[in-house]
């Protein structure tokens, strides 16, 4: 028989300080020896939105190489998949504790990370450059989420995009994100002939930001509990609309999964008016398990 590897993954949960909330991610630590396909494999079975690989970087200016999957893909960048591994590098010493700042090489780039220092630290990620791409008929969207029109505040849903296009629909209450559902048929309809696959993202304006919810069903994943990658988009969309302040050094707060019981707490800061000098998104993490992967 043939000797088996061993890898060690640790779980965390992202975008919360509460254990059993947030968004669960698995995190390969040293993933070297890893082949793609196995990636792939060990993505699906532990059924996650994302599960994350370190490997050694192919950038001077990079602590380390991060691939990441969901069950069905390999994606360029990803919010909670980038927080939770800075997290789990820091927790290993292979990012020096204590270092406030530093870059993950991810398919889209290399993604500044800032830190701040704490008991449980808040970790902040630099959103890649944001596109705003077509918008999508009020109508359609909201037969789509199985909806109606007067759920859907009066702006036009668009596919706006820092590397995983997602088409933001505002909708006029908390109560109606709740009842916002999307199955593949209603996908497909939004996705109109775009040439990648999208995400849908519904949101309502609250006094704190926005309460949110993420569907992506053509990346294998039902709901998203939290979804960093979409969230600074979401500040590009929120800041256009005038729906939050566009002022540099404007904070606000994203609630997600709440409606699935995983409640997460996303954070945006503004730098630059507009976010012309970059738009940040950070949170907590709370560790859960660790594990080793025979193979």
Known sequence: MDKLSSYRYKVVDVFTETPLEGNPLA???????????????????????????VV?????DCAARVRIFTPRR???????PTIG????????????????????????????????????PMIWLRTPPISHGATRDRT??????????????????????????????????????????LDSSGNAELRQGHPEPICVFVFAPTPAGAYSRMFAPEFGVVEDPATGSATGPLAAYM?????????????????QGTKMKRRSLLY??????????????????????EGTLKL
């Open 239 to 255: 800041m256009r609309h005038r729906l939050v302040s566009a002022a540099s050094g404007t904070r606000f707060v994203s609630e």
């Open 56 to 60: 050694p970087p192919t950038r001077a």
């Open 85 to 120: 591994t800075s997290y789990v590098l820091l927790d290993e010493g292979i990012v020096p504790r204590g270092t406030a700042r530093f870059s993950l090489e991810e398919k889209v780039g290399a993604v500044p990370i800032r830190v701040d220092a704490g008991r449980n």
């Open 140 to 181: 359609l969207c909201a037969r789509a989420l199985g909806l109606n029109p007067a759920d859907l505040l009066e702006l036009p849903p668009q596919i706006v995009s820092a590397g995983n296009p997602t088409l933001f629909i505002p909708l006029a209450s908390v109560d109606a994100v709740d009842r916002a559902s």
């Open 268 to 289: 945006v800061h503004i730098f630059g008016e507009h976010g012309s000098e970059g738009i940040d998104v950070g949170g907590h993490v709370a560790p859960i398990a």
């Open 27 to 53: 995190v390969f630590p040293d993933a070297e020896g890893i082949g793609e396909e196995t990636m792939q494999a060990i993505a699906r079975e532990f059924n996650l939105s994302e599960t994350t690989f």
């Open 74 to 80: 390999e994606m360029a960048f990803a919010g909670h």
